[in-house]
T-cell receptor, first 112, second 112 residues
Framework: DAMVIQNPRYQVTQFGKPVTLSCSQT?????MYWYQQKSSQAPKLLFH???????NEADTPDNFQSRRPNTSFCFLDIRSPGLGDAAMYLC???????????FGPGTRLTVL | AQTVTQSQPEMSVQEAETVTLSCTYD???????LFWYKQPPSRQMILVIR??????QNATENRFSVNFQKAAKSFSLKISDSQLGDAAMYFC?????????FGTGTSLTVIP
């Protein structure tokens, strides 16, 4: 089945230690998104790619970076995780910008 | 700026009954899309229903329908014949192209 896959599902890192979260899709969608969702809160968009065009939300901290080496894969890099970065990170894809988004299962990040 | 407001943090409904979840939004755009997403506990977010703002007809998907009041900027979700599997967090979301906003969610409990 076509889907959005996130690895790992659970990630534990230490304060200040760089971490990379992975997302892949078999939907061949043009747009890929990264959201941060803290407990009992709405998902907050960090950035998105339309093909290779990167769009950063104005309030996304510089600590968060992203790479999209090809259509299928997109990575979220957290350069120096702080305790406040502990959250669920959701990857989503859509065919076009205003189209329905398809979400992965998320990666739960714990920062010790 | 666009905002999405869900004024009901929690709702409950008896199995087989009908429940309506409220959502209001604020935008200066003329062209936009509205969504309801469902996030079951520990499971991934999935689309429930989508509405294009230029369409006057309310979207319907089986037991799910919306009441889209464009002038009032209101977009409520009606769930008919509620089932136990409908229990989840429901997020209202808006999309104007390059801007994506989620509401804070409504937690729906279905009582057997």
């Amino acid at each position: 089945d076509a889907m959005v896959i996130q690895n790992p599902r659970y990630q534990v890192t230490q304060f200040g230690k760089p971490v990379t979260l992975s997302c892949s899709q078999t939907l061949n969608h043009n747009v890929m998104y990264w959201y941060q969702q803290k407990s009992s809160q709405a998902p907050k968009l960090l950035f998105h790619y339309y093909d290779k065009d990167f769009n950063n939300e104005a309030d996304t901290p510089d600590n968060f970076q992203s790479r999209r080496p090809n259509t299928s894969f997109c990575f979220l890099d957290i350069r120096s995780p702080g305790l406040g970065d502990a959250a669920m990170y959701l990857c989503a894809t859509s065919r076009a910008i205003a189209d329905t988004q398809y979400f992965g299962p998320g990666t739960r990040l714990t920062v010790l | 700026a666009q905002t999405v407001t869900q004024s009901q943090p929690e709702m409950s409904v008896q199995e087989a009954e009908t429940v309506t979840l409220s959502c209001t939004y604020d935008t200066s755009e003329s062209d936009y899309y509205l969504f309801w997403y469902k996030q079951p506990p520990s499971r991934q977010m999935i689309l429930v229903i989508r509405q294009e703002a230029y369409k006057q007809q309310n979207a319907t998907e089986n037991r799910f329908s919306v009441n889209f009041q464009k002038a009032a900027k209101s977009f409520s979700l009606k769930i008919s014949d509620s089932q136990l599997g409908d229990a989840a967090m429901y997020f209202c979301a808006s999309n104007t192209g390059n801007q994506f906003y989620f509401g804070t969610g409504t937690s729906l409990t279905v009582i057997p």
